[in-house]
């Protein structure tokens, strides 16, 4: 439970740190480095071939860390990106990469690729995000994938390189390629659902999803429930761009009072709806001890639908009591109003060091990470899954396919976080917004009073912005 929570406060400070690097003024490009477009006589009307270029006798650095998907996904796409360009990759990773590399990288000699997120424990792709030594790659997004004929921007799948991640300036480039994603949303037993074989129909709207609460509340079953309130962010974050799209996420991740209390109104109305019909035990179990039987009461078939993430899976595969005939289904938000439905979702990136001296090598690297061979390698050895358009296609395990198809399906992906702001004591509007639902829950807050809560929480953060 703890390495979960940790997950979603990381990705908190994550968007947090992001937002912080906006500056005023962009880097410029480094055209002794030669970021210019690469190999400017290979260009065409779709974009650099990337294929046709020819990198034999150059060498390529690549650093990255050694974390929980491993090395040897990065190993085989390395060997099969050499095999097709003609270049040597010399690779360097390791668990502690920010500390090896921090010497070279003040020595003015970084690696020409770096696989290190942001939220790592010393903070160096923050500082080189600060010091403006991160290379802008928005024109890798016109490329030809190497060996394929797609473009890269064609292959990552919508709304992955518009973020305060990957364009952490505010000046509309893109500076940090996204990796490995992992969506969230609604989980339940497709066992329950018609598609399945089982008696209700699965939801694709707010109101459908309210009248299902009604009809299963006959039954005696629970519409939702949650393992604690902390998974309300994503949750909430989903919620946002359903009920107002980025222009309000933007609004309310700046602490933007006045939208809080006014434009964000529906969302505290249909948070308050769904809680009407919430597992009854589910407040009293939302902590460390407990949570995992709140997610038990999904797989019982004692409450219909929970938030959670894709580590769901692996979490509970030995839970015991689990109703003959489970499986876990996973869907979006149901829409509001007609709206789009959206999943948020976490993703790592990597990003080329504005120093380097093979920019066209390095472009090409960052391109050929999203073509379908390397995609099939990362999800063969280690189990990561790029975030391109039909991923789930390349994937065997059938659990998997369903849970990454999400977005294929239909789906938009909503990321984004809180801007970063100065501490204020005493105020926490993460605390006043998620940690409240348990409130709410059992009756001890109104609605009203929770938004008032939060309205206040963003009204003292956006004071202390400005007295800065």
Not at 10 to 21: D, E, I, K, M, Q
Not at 42 to 62: H, I, M, P, W, Y
Not at 291 to 310: R, S
Not at 388 to 404: H, Q, R
């Amino acid at each position: 439970m703890k390495r979960i929570l940790y997950l979603g406060l990381a990705l908190v400070l994550v968007l947090s740190l992001a937002a912080c690097s906006n500056t005023e003024k962009a880097p410029e490009e480094n055209q002794e480095a030669g970021t210019s477009t690469p190999v400017e006589e290979n260009k065409n009307e779709a974009g650099t071939e990337a294929s046709d270029l020819d990198f034999a006798g150059k060498t390529l650095r690549v650093a990255g860390l050694d974390g929980g998907y491993g090395t040897e996904g990065w190993m085989k796409v390395i060997e099969g990106f050499e095999k097709l360009t003609g270049a040597k990759v010399e690779a360097q990773f390791e668990k502690n990469i920010y500390e090896v590399i921090r010497p070279e990288i003040q020595a003015g000699n970084a690696p020409d690729v770096i696989y290190n997120s942001l939220n790592q424990e010393t903070a160096l792709t923050e500082t080189m995000i600060k010091e403006e030594m991160v290379m802008d790659i928005t024109d890798v997004l016109s490329m030809k994938v190497p060996g394929e004929e797609q473009t890269v921007g064609e292959k990552i799948a919508p709304g992955f390189t518009d973020t305060a991640v990957t364009n952490p300036y505010g000046d509309g480039k893109t500076y940090l390629a996204p990796l490995f994603y992992s969506p969230t949303g609604l989980w339940y037993n497709q066992a329950m659902f018609k598609e399945a074989g089982g008696k209700y129909d699965l939801p694709q709207t707010m109101d459908e999803f309210l009248a299902l609460g009604e009809e299963a509340k006959k039954d005696g079953i629970a519409l939702f429930t949650y393992p604690t309130a902390g998974y309300f962010d994503t949750f909430t974050f989903a919620m946002i761009y359903e009920v107002g799209g980025p222009e309000l996420f933007e609004k309310l991740m700046n602490y933007d009072a006045d939208a809080w209390a006014n434009e964000a109104t529906p969302i505290f109305q249909n948070f308050a709806s769904i809680l009407d019909y919430v597992h009854p035990n589910t407040v009293a179990q939302a902590n460390n001890e407990s949570f995992t039987q709140n997610q038990l009461a999904v797989m019982k078939n004692e409450a219909l639908f929970m938030p959670n993430g894709t580590w769901i899976v692996g979490e509970m595969a030995d839970a015991q009591g689990v109703a003959e005939g489970f499986k876990w289904g996973f869907m979006p938000l149901p829409s509001i109003d007609g709206s789009d439905r959206y999943a948020y979702s976490w993703f790592e990136q990597a990003f080329i060091s504005k120093d380097t001296k093979e920019a066209d090598l390095a472009k090409a690297f960052i391109a050929y990470l999203y073509s379908d061979e390397a995609t099939k390698a990362f999800i063969e050895n280690g189990g990561a899954v790029q975030p391109i358009v039909g991923a789930e296609d390349l994937i065997e395990d059938e659990d998997s396919k369903l849970f990454f198809s999400i977005y294929s399906d239909g789906a938009k992906a909503a990321m984004g976080g809180w801007a970063a702001a100065p501490a204020v004591e005493g105020v926490s509007i993460a605390d006043s917004l998620f940690e409240a639902v348990n409130s709410v829950a059992n009756g001890d807050m109104t609605v009203e009073e929770w938004q008032a809560g939060v309205v206040e929480a963003a009204t003292k953060i956006s004071q202390a912005i400005e007295a800065q």
